[in-house]
C-alpha cells in the first residue's frame, strides 16, 4: 500500500510539490512539535499548530454551519496575515489551517500564500472558487494543499449545502485541482445523512480514480444558531467510523486523517490537549472553532508568544476540557463550558451575540470518547506518526479520571456507557476563573 501511494505521489503530481510538502509540513512540521515539547518542559505554552479563520463571508448556507456568514464581511487584512503568521513561524510553526467562511472569498489569500513561502497552508473550502486558473496559481506557490469538502451523494450534499448545484461545483474544483497536479484532498463531516453514501471503500476508490491524496472524515458537531442535533451519529457508528478509517489506512493508497484519536484509539481533543487553538475572522484567539467565546485577541499590543503562553482563559479551558472527558466538551457537557465561559466573563465573539444561548438550549450529546471501545492503529505508519507528534502531551494524565467522567444520558439511559464505569456518576468539576490562577 505505501509503494502504491508513493507511486501515485511521483507519478500524478507535480514532484516539486511533494518535495515542498515533505520539507514544509513533513520535517518543519515534525520540528514544530519537537519545540512544542521543549516548551512544555520549561512550563512555556505556545500550539505548533494553528487554524486561521480568514472571513466569514460564504457563498453557501450549510446545516449546522457556526459562522456569522451572512453578517457584513470581516476578514483578516495581510498586514495583521503577516503579523500573525510570522510570530507564529518565529516559535518554530510552519504549518497554518486556513477557513473560513470560504477562505477563497477573501480578495487576498493567494497573496498571503505568496509572502509566506516557508509555510505550508491547508486550506478548508468548498472548491467553488477554485477554478483552472487558481489552481495553476496554487501549483505555481507550491505550499498551499487544498482541502474540498464533500458533504454526500449529489441530492444529500446539495440539502446539506442549502441550494443545488453545490456537489457539481466542488467536483468541478477537486477536478481543476488534479488536473493541475496539486496535492489534493476531500473531507466530510460524517452525519446522519451521507454516513451511509461516504463510509463506504467504494467512495475510497472513487477519490483515488480523481486523483485525490488525502481524504479527512470530520464527526458532525451540534453547535451554531441551528445546530440540527437529529443528524449527529450515535457513539455506535461513531465506533465503526473509526474502525472503518484503521482498516482502510492499511488497504487503500491514500492518506486518511482523522483529529479525534491517538496511536493506541484513545480518544482526544486537539484544543483540549493543547496541540492547537483557532483565530477567527475578527482576531480573537478561541479554544477551537465551534467555541466561540475569548478573552485575547490577536491585535493585542502583546507579542501573540506572551498572549499564548499567558492566557488564563485558554489554560483552564484546556484543564477543564482535559478534565471532564477524552472526547468534545461542547457535546458532551456544554454546561460546563457555559459556566465556565460566564465566571470568567469571556466574550462571545459571534456577531448574533447568542453564543451563551445556544449554549443554553445545547443538551448533552455523545462525542468520540466511547471507553472500552478503543481501535488501535493497524497501520505501523500511522503508529509511528502519532506516537511522536499526535497525542495527549499529558494533558489526560494530569487531569483526566473516568471516575470523574459523566456518559451521555438517553431515555434514562447511558448509551456509552464504560463497562468499569458505575452509572449516572456526577461529575465533580471546579470550574476555574483568572481569580484562581
Not at 507535480?14 to 519545540?35: E, H, P, Q, T
Request: glycine share 6%; aromatic share 10%.
Amino acid at each position: 500500500m505505501y509503494l502504491r501511494l508513493a507511486k501515485r505521489a511521483l507519478l500524478e503530481t507535480d514532484k516539486r510539490l511533494v518535495a515542498k510538502f515533505a520539507w514544509l509540513m513533513g520535517y518543519k512540521g515534525l520540528r514544530s512539535v519537537v519545540k512544542h515539547k521543549s516548551r512544555l518542559k520549561r512550563g512555556e505554552f505556545f500550539p505548533p499548530f494553528l487554524y486561521i479563520s480568514v472571513i466569514n463571508s460564504c457563498n453557501l448556507r450549510c446545516q449546522g454551519c457556526w459562522v456569522d456568514v451572512a453578517a457584513k464581511q470581516e476578514k483578516i487584512d495581510i498586514a495583521a496575515m503577516d503579523s500573525l503568521l510570522n510570530q507564529a513561524k518565529a516559535m518554530g510553526n510552519s504549518f497554518f489551517g486556513i477557513l473560513g467562511g470560504e477562505p477563497f472569498m477573501h480578495a487576498d489569500l493567494l497573496e498571503i500564500f505568496a509572502r509566506h513561502p516557508d509555510a505550508y497552508f491547508q486550506v478548508f473550502t468548498n472548491g467553488h472558487f477554485i477554478t483552472d486558473e487558481v489552481a495553476k496559481e496554487l501549483r505555481r506557490l507550491g505550499n498551499v494543499t487544498p482541502l474540498i469538502s464533500i458533504e454526500g451523494s449529489e441530492i444529500i450534499s446539495d440539502e446539506r449545502r442549502g441550494r443545488g448545484g453545490v456537489y457539481s461545483k466542488s467536483i468541478e474544483g477537486i477536478e481543476n485541482c488534479t488536473r493541475n497536479k496539486l496535492l489534493t484532498g476531500v473531507c466530510t463531516s460524517l452525519c446522519q445523512t451521507n454516513y451511509d453514501d461516504l463510509l463506504q471503500e467504494k467512495w475510497i476508490d472513487r477519490l483515488i480514480e480523481m486523483g485525490v491524496f488525502y481524504t479527512w472524515y470530520h464527526i458532525y458537531r451540534i453547535v451554531g444558531p441551528e445546530p440540527n442535533p437529529q443528524l449527529a451519529l450515535t457513539p455506535e457508528q461513531q465506533y465503526q467510523a473509526r474502525k472503518f478509517v484503521v482498516e482502510m489506512r492499511c488497504k487503500k493508497p491514500i492518506a486518511i486523517i482523522d483529529a479525534y484519536y491517538d496511536a493506541d484509539g484513545n480518544a482526544l481533543c486537539p484544543a483540549a490537549t493543547g496541540f492547537t487553538h483557532h483565530i477567527s475572522p475578527y482576531g480573537d484567539i478561541e479554544p477551537c472553532p465551534v467555541i466561540q467565546f475569548a478573552k485575547e485577541s490577536i491585535h493585542d499590543e502583546r507579542p501573540l508568544k506572551e498572549v499564548f503562553n499567558e492566557s488564563e482563559f485558554l489554560r483552564g479551558f484546556r484543564e477543564l476540557a482535559a478534565g471532564s472527558t477524552r472526547g468534545c466538551i461542547i457535546l458532551e457537557r456544554p454546561d460546563l463550558l457555559n459556566e465556565y465561559a460566564r465566571k470568567n466573563e469571556a466574550k462571545d465573539t459571534t456577531v448574533r451575540g447568542a453564543a451563551y444561548q445556544e449554549l443554553d438550549e445545547l443538551q448533552t450529546n455523545p462525542s468520540q470518547y466511547n471507553p472500552g471501545r478503543e481501535v488501535p492503529e493497524k497501520s505501523w505508519a500511522y503508529w509511528l506518526l502519532k506516537k511522536f507528534a499526535f497525542h495527549d502531551y499529558g494533558a489526560y494524565g494530569r487531569h483526566f479520571e473516568l471516575k470523574n467522567w459523566r456518559p451521555t444520558i438517553k431515555d434514562g439511559e447511558a448509551i456509552n456507557q464504560s463497562p468499569s464505569h458505575p452509572p449516572l456518576v456526577q461529575l465533580e468539576t471546579t470550574i476555574p476563573t483568572s481569580a484562581d490562577k
